[in-house]
Antibody, heavy 126, light 114 residues
Framework: QVQLVESGGGVVQPGRSLRLSCAAS????????MHWVRQAPGKGLEWVAV????????YYADSVKGRFTISRDNSKNTLYLQMNSLRAEDTAVYYC???????????????????WGRGTLVTVSS | DVVMTQSPLSLPVTLGQPASISCRSS???????????LNWFQQRPGQSPRRLIY???NRDSGVPDRFSGSGSGTDFTLKISRVEAEDVGVYYC???????????FGQGTKVEIK
């Protein structure tokens, strides 16, 4: 079954850290880039970060740059988001989403976001 | 930064009637390879987002053909030919042209039944 399952959310105090995980199954994880997208309560979607299929490139939204780190372990089919110096405004449901597919010779641009997890809620509060 | 502006933000529709959502970008979404990376997503209440349309007008597998996407450059439209009860939710456009700097979502349009 092709799916993404996030975990690691919870309640954390401002300034503290949290690490989210996204377990992938049913597809060749190591051939796909991966994104994190978040949604504050009652608000819209905000792209957070992306990592290339091989981990060679990582990009972040300005709102999290310098505080969040995206990484992956292709041997474990798992994506991570390390969140440091958390703020109240980071409170949101965090989704992982599949990125573009890359073979050994080329990448299929435009195929991002075709698969999403159910999300994990992060609440930053004292 | 690219700004995506949707209208309307709220769309009450009668069952069986058509619906249309507009999405405008602050910059052209035509990429250097000639493609336009504009997606549409549906988020039903309490669910994760689901991609409906990619590259302006390509329907994802399993998406009913009452959904269609069109547009070019900076102006795009999602149309539902005949709204059904299961179509209730929030619809987002998203640009993926100006990567890797960012992927940008519109504010969302809430579709509800009158």
């Amino acid at each position: 079954q092709v799916q993404l399952v996030e975990s690691g959310g919870g309640v954390v105090q401002p300034g503290r850290s949290l690490r989210l995980s996204c377990a992938a199954s049913g597809f060749t994880f190591s051939s796909y880039g991966m994104h994190w997208v978040r949604q504050a309560p009652g608000k819209g979607l905000e792209w957070v970060a992306v990592i290339w299929y091989d981990g060679s490139n990582k990009y972040y939204a300005d709102s999290v740059k310098g505080r969040f780190t995206i990484s992956r372990d292709n041997s474990k089919n798992t994506l991570y988001l390390q969140m440091n110096s958390l703020r109240a405004e980071d409170t949101a449901v965090y989704y992982c989403a599949r990125g573009i597919y890359c073979s050994s010779t080329s990448c299929s641009y435009g195929g991002d976001f075709d698969l999403w997890g159910r999300g994990t809620l992060v609440t930053v509060s004292s | 930064d690219v700004v995506m502006t949707q209208s309307p933000l709220s769309l009450p529709v009668t069952l069986g009637q058509p619906a249309s959502i507009s999405c405008r970008s602050s910059q052209s979404l035509v990429y250097s390879d000639g493609n336009t990376y504009l997606n549409w997503f549906q988020q039903r209440p309490g669910q994760s987002p689901r991609r409906l349309i990619y590259k302006v007008s390509n329907r994802d597998s399993g998406v009913p053909d009452r959904f269609s996407g069109s547009g070019s450059g900076t102006d795009f439209t999602l149309k539902i030919s005949r709204v059904e009860a299961e179509d209730v939710g929030v619809y987002y456009c998203m640009q993926g042209t100006h990567w890797p700097l960012t992927w940008t979502f519109g504010q969302g349009t809430k579709v509800e039944i009158k």
